[in-house]
């Protein structure tokens, strides 16, 4: 779904009006698109505002007792009948609200999150000097970092698989110390990011997550206290198959 027939659709999206399955792919082009997301939120607040100023009319005493009178003995019922669904729907939209900020809020901080990676791997791949410790041994590699990091991780054993080591790094990320290490597969660079999996140092969201974007397939999960983002120029399946064998050395 593109964006101009995602606006045509977002009334009736925010009024919960839609098929299940046009509700359904109006909702995952939201959760890509911070634009349409964004004017999705704005266009139910207007209509929070709207129901608010009716919600502010306040009848003239006069017509309050001559509607009393006539209906005395069903007050309660009425009061009950008139209220009850008004209050539904303003919780209904009070959620709605607040899942549109919050998915706004968890998305851009996910994108911002995935961006800074992807600009260090893209550094890393233009620099003269790409790695720190340079080395195919993950024997040379992982004691290189001991001391520099509040953590430890394991390597996985290349010997039979495609993927070649070629070095690691240093980096931090919100003042977090944690390694980058730069995998090679055919023609293709993959970097691999090692940080504590603590609140304000990568902001991806769920454990578990695999996205492709500008030529570049990402996939993050988290083991171990440890948050694992694998990035790279290669296939997804490609990147996947790292990060198996990333998963793999991470249990023993």
């Known amino acids: 779904m593109n964006c101009d027939l995602?606006?045509?659709?977002?009334?009736?999206?925010v009024d919960e009006s839609l098929p299940a399955e046009v509700f359904g792919a109006v909702d995952e082009h939201l959760r890509a698109c911070p634009s349409c997301a964004s004017e999705a939120l704005a266009r139910l607040q207007m209509k929070r505002a709207t129901r608010a100023?009716?919600?502010?009319?306040?009848?003239?005493?006069?017509?309050?007792?001559?509607?009393?009178?006539?209906?005395?003995?069903?007050?309660q019922t009425i009061w009950k009948i008139a209220w009850v669904p008004w209050l539904s729907a303003a919780a209904v939209a009070l959620l709605l609200a607040v899942v549109s900020v919050t998915m706004l809020t968890?998305?851009?901080?996910?994108?911002?999150?995935?961006?800074?990676?992807?600009?260090?791997?893209?550094?890393?791949?233009?620099?003269?000097?790409?790695?720190?410790?340079?080395?195919?041994?993950?024997?040379?590699?992982k004691p290189w970092f001991q001391g520099k990091l509040p953590f430890t991780f394991n390597l996985p054993e290349l010997?039979?698989?495609?993927?070649?080591?070629?070095?690691?790094?240093?980096?931090?990320?919100?003042h977090?110390?944690?390694?980058?290490?730069?995998?090679?597969?055919?023609?293709?660079?993959?970097s691999v990011f090692i940080v504590q999996d603590q609140p304000g140092v990568l902001a991806l969201g769920p454990s578990t997550r695999q996205t492709s974007e500008k030529g570049f397939s990402e996939e993050t999960w988290t083991e171990g206290g440890l948050r694992y983002?694998?990035?790279?120029?290669?296939?997804?399946?490609?990147?996947?198959?790292?990060?198996?064998l990333l998963r793999i050395a991470a249990r023993q």
């Open 6 to 13: 995602c606006r045509e659709k977002l009334d009736a999206y």
């Open 53 to 75: 100023a009716a919600a502010r009319f306040s009848p003239s005493p006069e017509f309050r007792l001559r509607i009393e009178n006539t209906i005395r003995k069903k007050r």
């Open 106 to 141: 968890r998305h851009a901080a996910r994108e911002q999150a995935l961006a800074e990676l992807l600009d260090l791997h893209v550094a890393t791949l233009a620099s003269a000097n790409p790695v720190d410790v340079v080395s195919t041994d993950r024997h040379t590699v």
């Open 159 to 174: 010997q039979d698989s495609q993927f070649k080591l070629l070095g690691g790094k240093l980096i931090y990320l919100n």
């Open 176 to 190: 977090s110390p944690g390694a980058q290490l730069l995998f090679e597969l055919r023609k293709h660079r993959l």
């Open 229 to 244: 983002v694998v990035i790279g120029d290669a296939g997804s399946g490609d990147v996947h198959a790292l990060s198996d």
